[in-house]
T-cell receptor
Framework: EAAVTQSPRSKVAVTGGKVTLSCHQTNNHDYMYWYRQDTGHGLRLIHYSYVADSTEKGDIPDGYKASRPSQENFSLILELASLSQTAVYFC???????????FGAGTRLSVL | GEKVEQHESTLSVREGDSAVINCTYTDTASSYFPWYKQEAGKSLHFVIDIRSNVDRKQSQRLIVLLDKKAKRFSLHITATQPEDSAIYFCAASIAGSSGNKLIFGIGTLLSVKP
């Protein structure tokens, strides 16, 4: 069954530490996205990619990097985690822009 | 920047009644308007969408209306059931320098009471 799988499902990180969130999709989709969810802000786009080895900045890219080594995999990297990055992070894929997003289960990140 | 405003942060209805969630958007060029549902503690999944070439779309108990002049769209859930209780997010496509992307509203928590 086609799916978007995120790992880890939850993570506790220390301030200033490095965090990598991983996403793997078997949908054969070109587009992949990273969103964060915060109460009162809904979902905000951090980075996205429409082809392997290329990433684009979303609306709130500061403090985050992204990596798309293959069509199936898309990572979000926090080089120096900060308290303000505590949130739930969702990865999603779509066949093309302007089409249905398929979301992963989410990663709950707590930065202490 | 472009925005999507979701007007009801919470909504409570009785089972069997209709629920309406309203959103407005700022980008005149927006052409795609999906809705997503997030049940408690779970991820989001797509429920229905509408494109700018139509002003109404229905899928079973879900109806989406689009008013391009007012830059407003709405989700109507008829004959609500307890399993409709969830957070509903509206979104609109925004044209960017690297292609279109979706901007989400903040979500509406719908409670359907028996």
């Amino acid at each position: 069954e086609a799916a978007v799988t995120q790992s880890p499902r939850s993570k506790v990180a220390v301030t200033g530490g490095k965090v990598t969130l991983s996403c793997h999709q078997t949908n054969n989709h070109d587009y992949m996205y990273w969103y964060r969810q915060d109460t009162g802000h809904g979902l905000r786009l951090i980075h996205y990619s429409y082809v392997a080895d290329s990433t684009e900045k979303g609306d709130i890219p500061d403090g985050y990097k992204a990596s798309r080594p293959s069509q199936e995999n898309f990572s979000l990297i926090l080089e120096l985690a900060s308290l303000s990055q505590t949130a739930v992070y969702f990865c999603a894929s779509s066949i093309r822009e302007g089409n249905t997003l398929y979301f992963g289960a989410g990663t709950r990140l707590s930065v202490l | 920047g472009e925005k999507v405003e979701q007007h009801e942060s919470t909504l409570s209805v009785r089972e069997g009644d209709s629920a309406v969630i309203n959103c407005t958007y700022t980008d005149t060029a927006s052409s795609y308007f999906p809705w997503y549902k997030q049940e408690a503690g779970k991820s989001l999944h797509f429920v229905i969408d509408i494109r700018s070439n139509v002003d109404r779309k229905q899928s079973q108990r879900l109806i989406v209306l689009l008013d391009k002049k007012a830059k407003r769209f709405s989700l109507h859930i008829t004959a609500t059931q307890p399993e409709d209780s969830a957070i509903y997010f509206c979104a609109a496509s925004i044209a960017g320098s690297s292609g279109n992307k979706l901007i989400f509203g903040i979500g509406t928590l719908l409670s359907v009471k028996p």
